[in-house]
């Protein structure tokens, strides 16, 4: 298989991306997607990250560049988790990104990002959409935590246990967190 076509194949699973980091774990030389980028057979859309312009867009494209862009080891988060797990219609002003303590990208997305570090259990990472999303109840609980409005918060939660969402075991929990967060002084990590 040619390394385009390696490429490639990578990239489908990650919604038309592909990193440096991806080219190592391929075996690849991460100096072939520069040279693939300068004949136009990828798109380079921030350092070390690049586009297969032959693989369609998807609505979740921006999304996707950020975990990208965070050597693949970010997870949508907080407000931005409650959009790609459809339970808010907010619309966060910034791409929110929850990395690994030790994760430190070259580019940090400026304006368009914001990075929360904090390494986070396997049991509060899913997936949605092909992304690694946070889970419901860690999304909730994060968005509490950063002053999302509670009301939003309850009608997010309400949805989700529509949806099925959610652990039937959590639902309570997280009822009273809500109702309770600023008089209970602190909310379960």
């Known amino acids: 298989m040619s ?8 990239a489908v699973d990650q919604h038309g991306y592909v990193t440096t980091r991806d080219a190592r774990d ?3 030389d991460p100096t072939q997607l520069r ?5 136009g057979r990828l798109e380079r859309v921030a350092r070390g990250v690049y586009r297969v312009p032959v693989l369609p867009r998807t609505e979740h494209d921006d999304l996707a560049e950020a975990v990208a862009g965070a050597l693949g080891r970010g997870v949508v ?3 931005s ?7 808010s219609n907010v619309n966060p002003t910034r791409i929110h990104l929850t990395v690994p303590r030790d994760n430190h990208p070259r580019a940090a997305g400026g304006d368009l990002y914001r990075l929360h570090r904090r390494d986070l259990p396997a049991v509060d990472v ?3 959409h092909d992304l690694p999303v946070t889970t419901v109840a860690r999304t909730i609980r994060d968005c509490l935590r950063a002053s999302t409005d509670r009301a939003q ?11 099925g969402a959610i652990r039937p075991r959590e639902v309570d929990a997280l009822r009273e967190e809500i109702d309770n967060y600023g008089s209970l002084g602190r909310i379960r990590a």
């Open 77 to 79: 988060s907080h407000e």
């Open 35 to 39: 040279l693939m980028a300068a004949r």
């Open 126 to 128: 899913t997936e949605k």
């Open 153 to 163: 918060l309850r009608r997010a939660l309400e949805q989700a246990v529509v949806e």
């Open 26 to 28: 391929l075996g690849i």
């Open 3 to 10: 390394i385009r076509d390696r490429v490639i194949e990578r």
């Open 81 to 87: 988790a409650l959009v790609l797990h459809g339970l």
